[in-house]
Each structure stands twice: as C-alpha cells, then as structure tokens.
Nanobody
Framework: VQLQASGGGLVQAGGPLSLSCRAS????????MGWFRQAPGKEREGVSC????????YYVDSVKGRFTTLRDNAEGTVYLQMNSLKPEDTAVYYC?????????????????WGRGTLVTVSS
C-alpha cells in the first residue's frame, strides 16, 4: 500500500489546518492508521491514530481537544483535523498503516509509511 500525506503548510498560531492521507494500491479499511510527527532535532512521536471497525482513537496528551482523526474508508483516506495550532506543533507529519485492525501510538507497530508533509505554525 502506498500512502500520500498532504495538506501541510504555514499557518498562524491559533489557526486550523487539515491533513489528508490517501491510500492507494490496496484498501486500508481493515488497518489501523496513525499520524506521527517529527520536529527539528526531536524524535518522531505518535500524535494520533484510529483503529478499523469501531474507529477507536488515540491522541497524545499535547493535542487532546485540539486534533481530531477521522477516516473515510470508501475514499481510502484518513484525516487529521488540527485546531488551535501552536508553534510547538511545527513538524513534519507522517501517516502510517499497520497490519493490525487496532491502531497504536508506537512507530514500530506500523508497516507502511507515507512521505511527510510539513506543518509550520508561526507565532
């Protein structure tokens, strides 16, 4: 499966931005999907994920209440809706898919990765 993340850009602090991750090559409707980010000089961290079926989500504490992950299985697309963005949200954002139906916040649980999309939040 190939994953393509898009939607990154420059946004002012407090503003919204929505990222998309489109899968091609095979369906990901039965796969857990995750969003990760890597800020300059920092390790990649799990931001959010959404499981297949019941769509149970995970959010890292720093984004709870501000970010929402949704999936459209018919379109093979996962979305990361980001609100009230902060300068510390600046990072390259990656989407990933795991063979498991249950998503995970851990990088090592993922089997497919897309290229990142840069989000820059200005203060």
């Amino acid at each position: 499966v190939q994953l393509q993340a898009s939607g990154g850009g420059l946004v002012q602090a407090g503003g919204p931005l929505s990222l998309s991750c489109r899968a091609s090559g095979r369906t990901v409707s039965n796969n857990g999907m995750g969003w990760f980010r890597q800020a300059p000089g920092k390790e990649r961290e799990g931001v959010s994920c959404i499981s297949s079926g019941d769509g149970i989500n995970y959010y890292v504490d720093s984004v709870k209440g501000r970010f929402t992950t949704l999936r459209d299985n018919a379109e093979g697309t996962v979305y990361l809706q980001m609100n009230s963005l902060k300068p510390e949200d600046t990072a390259v954002y990656y989407c990933a898919a795991t063979f498991s139906r249950t998503c995970s916040p851990h990088m090592t649980d993922y089997n497919f990765w897309g290229r990142g999309t840069l989000v820059t939040v200005s203060s």
